[in-house]
């Protein structure tokens, strides 16, 4: 919240003293912040220093101005220009090491003072947790305040730090609390009990801090952090709210509008073909389960009438049913008779990309037999899926495909997003649906 805005402000400051080179200036600004956010200079950190900032800063704000200042070379031929765009380049970015060395010290200034801590909870009660529970105790410039420990009903007995309640008990003591951070280090249970917990809905609107399984672990796209000697990284937000949500149905919504008019005459074409092979009855319902458990009616178009709605609902699969004609097997295997589900996109029920919707009694089978299954229902469901561009159609493992929905919605971004769609419009040209 205080560097972006810090950040702007001494990247721009140079158009204040001349509007010369206001071009070069601006796009030089937008590229180092879209350098910064990439190379993680935005995430939040509990170890703050502008020695541990400056070679990625410094590195960052050189090829953006290299970026800008070979453009500008080519468009003004002129040495005398680009020297002097430098030297407002060479003010910006001594402005931009300046703003942050004060926010930094700013920041760490009132979290020492304690004017503004986050209650830390600490899942695991071994060594490592008995060391950050001291650490956090001693040094408040970390920001976090130590309130409390859970681990495996196990370690009641054998943990070195006290524990306040076992696992079962996080989501009640991070209310009770006012818990904002949770800290994992080294708990006594699997890693599917673990993520089960932290992944309730009280538990995870709390932020994700884990100490790395191998000391010595660097993050990822960064600088490493710790608190005091200890590793430390910040674990992804891995449900779609806030920012996140704005961006993927913001996206979602264009992505819908725009395919419902291009595609406009081949659901036309399509739904005439349905019509003349079925009669009546182009478009069908059923029932899906979507986000968060909740059922909707997906629409999609007729390829076969069912025997029932029994048979509707429980029946897995149709693929090599005789009562498929040579339209529906068409539609099928193109995906074609997936269409309509744009409309439920727009509606909001489901989004282009994301785990694909399945019926309610094999949710409810699926998940007793798979325990990472349900896990999938964290976010919308989609017209498409990793999994499915993945190979994993038809009669496949659905271990498989929850892992690969799990491991989409753990590592989504809008590139990713991206790459299952052009996957996809790759496997319908190539007619490798159902």
Avoid at 118 to 125: K, M
Avoid at 144 to 158: E, I, M, N, P, Y
Avoid at 361 to 383: D, I, M, T
Wanted: hydrophobic content about 45%.
């Amino acid at each position: 919240m205080l560097t972006l805005p810090i950040d702007v402000a001494a990247l721009t400051t140079p158009l204040l003293l001349t509007q010369t080179y206001w071009r070069g200036m601006l796009a030089y600004a937008v590229l180092a912040v879209a350098t910064f956010w990439s190379g993680g200079l935005y995430r939040p950190r509990r170890h703050l220093s502008i020695l541990d900032e400056l070679p990625a800063l410094g590195g960052r704000l050189l090829t953006s101005a290299a970026v800008v200042a070979i453009i500008a070379a080519q468009r003004h031929s002129s040495v005398e220009y680009v020297s002097g765009f430098m030297r407002d380049v060479a003010l910006s970015a001594g402005l931009v090491v300046v703003g942050r060395t004060v926010s930094r010290a700013l920041i760490v200034l009132v979290r020492k003072h304690r004017w503004v801590e986050h209650n830390a909870i600490i899942v695991g009660s071994g060594p490592t947790g008995l060391e950050l529970a001291r650490l956090l105790r001693r040094h408040p410039r970390y920001g976090l305040r130590f309130v409390g420990c859970v681990d495996a009903t196990s370690r009641q007995k054998t943990g070195v730090l006290p524990l306040s309640g076992n696992l079962d008990d996080l989501e009640h003591l991070v209310r009770l609390l006012e818990c904002e951070v949770l800290v994992v280090a080294d708990p006594d249970c699997s890693e599917s009990t673990l993520m089960e917990t932290v992944l309730r809905p009280r538990s995870a609107r709390c932020d994700l801090w884990a100490v790395p399984g191998l000391w010595g672990s660097r993050s990822q796209g960064g600088y490493s952090d710790h608190i005091g000697a200890i590793p430390i990284v910040k674990i992804g937000d891995v449900t779609f709210s806030g920012p996140r949500w704005a961006i993927k149905r913001a996206s979602d919504m264009v992505f819908a509008t725009v395919a419902l008019v291009v595609l406009s005459p081949v659901l036309l074409l399509c739904a005439i073909a349905t019509f003349l092979a079925g009669g009546r009855g182009v478009l069908f319902r059923q029932e899906r389960v979507g986000r968060y458990g909740r059922p909707f009616k997906v629409i999609k178009f007729r390829t076969m009438r069912p025997l029932d709605e029994q048979e509707s609902q429980t029946r897995w699969s149709i693929a090599d049913e005789g009562r498929v004609g040579p339209v529906g097997r068409f539609m099928r295997r193109t995906s074609l008779d997936e269409l309509p589900q744009l409309w439920n996109i727009l509606c909001g029920d489901m989004s282009v990309v994301g785990p694909r919707p399945e019926r309610p009694h094999f949710v409810e089978k699926f998940s007793a037999e798979y325990p990472n299954y349900a896990a999938r229902h964290r976010v919308p469901v989609g017209l498409t899926g990793l999994a499915q561009v993945s190979g994993l159609r038809g009669d496949t493992p659905i271990s498989d495909r929850a892992r690969f929905d799990n491991y989409y919605i753990e590592n989504w971004s809008l590139w990713l997003d991206i790459k299952v769609v052009l996957r996809t419009v790759g496997e319908v040209l190539r007619g490798s649906g159902r």
